[in-house]
């Protein structure tokens, strides 16, 4: 269901269209697809406080836009900055144990 959903909101991006109303309300991002031969892994981290668990997400697509894989994990930060450096390792160290090339990371960085 996620990745349909996904799939769809990258179509609409691609095509120029306004991302559908079913995105969260403070995410105005557009997906840009990488070079091409290039894939990209989008990462993002969920925070809220140092007394809760983080949400680590991401998505891998090639130059066209197509999905390719995706995960998630949970982990510890004490701050927003140091959660979004934890996901972003946590998707490198995955990137690297699939012995992925070509690879352009981006974040929403929305620090």
Not at 25 to 53: E, G, Q, R
Not at 76 to 84: D, L, N, P, R
Request: hydrophobic fraction near 40%.
């Amino acid at each position: 269901m996620l990745e349909g959903f996904i799939d769809t909101e990258v179509s609409l991006s691609m095509a120029g269209n306004k991302v559908s109303d079913l995105r969260h309300a403070h995410s105005s991002s557009i997906w840009i697809p990488p070079v091409h031969n290039m894939m990209k892994l989008n990462v993002k981290i969920s925070f809220t406080d140092c007394s809760t668990t983080i949400g680590v997400g991401f998505v891998l697509r090639n130059s066209v836009g197509s999905f390719l894989n995706a995960g998630t994990t949970s982990d510890h930060a004490g701050t927003a900055k140091e959660g979004e450096y934890t996901g972003i390792l946590v998707a490198v160290k995955w990137a690297k144990k699939q012995q992925l090339k070509n690879l352009e990371i981006e974040t929403d960085n929305s620090m």
